[in-house]
């Protein structure tokens, strides 16, 4: 994952916008890229119900309830806090796949191959290498842009989120499980880049339908040519700015 200092530029982006942004990190991750890369065990082991928990504590000692947008496995916690009734609207960005989605395309398999190849990862917070990083992350942009991003952003993800979502069709009741039928929810937009490999638009897609049952506003919004470091990269602000336009369409 990236750390949220690479936020920065969407914070002010927002705050200009008159919004009041924050960008908390996940339990447990440390200040500084540096401190991160130098204690993965900081986040190691941390689960979908562990994060979601997290955020939702930050989110019940705000004066008020708000917007929720995250990306990757933050759009899934997004969904999940949506769906639980916090946030007045979410914003999930090439979202991990929820229970009930099923698409699993090739490439989104070989993307989590550095995490999932080997179980005992499941406790262990795992680094990309630039190569990994370039696949999963910045195929969509130059060689040398992917790097850049490699070298001055990327931190240490746990591996469990990653197991919990692969089995997630598998087990009663998973922590990828979201409310998908609340039509009393704020509403939700899903973004997805049409070349994301760790994220593929079909799984987003499916995302979608699984919320066919609601009758609370549910849209998604593609991006040609960008995958997953669409939050990240040097077209992020066209991604923010979309996100902006839609929550004005809503009224927010």
Known sequence: MVTRQQLGPWVEHFRAAGYAPLAPGWPGEPDTVTSAREHPEAVADVGIDDATAHFAQIIDALPAAPIIVGHSFGGLITEKLLGEGRG????????????????????????????LGNPANLHKAISLTSKEFRFGFGNAVSEQESDELFEQWTIPSPARPLFQAAAANFVPHSQAKVNTGNADRGPLLLISGLEDHTVPDVVTRSTLKQYRDSTAVTELRQFEGRGHSLTVDSGWKDVADAVLAWLADQGL
């Open 88 to 115: 007045i609207a979410g914003v999930a960005i090439d979202p991990a796949q929820i229970k009930g989605v099923l698409p699993l395309p090739l490439a989104q398999l070989r993307a989590g191959l550095p995490a």
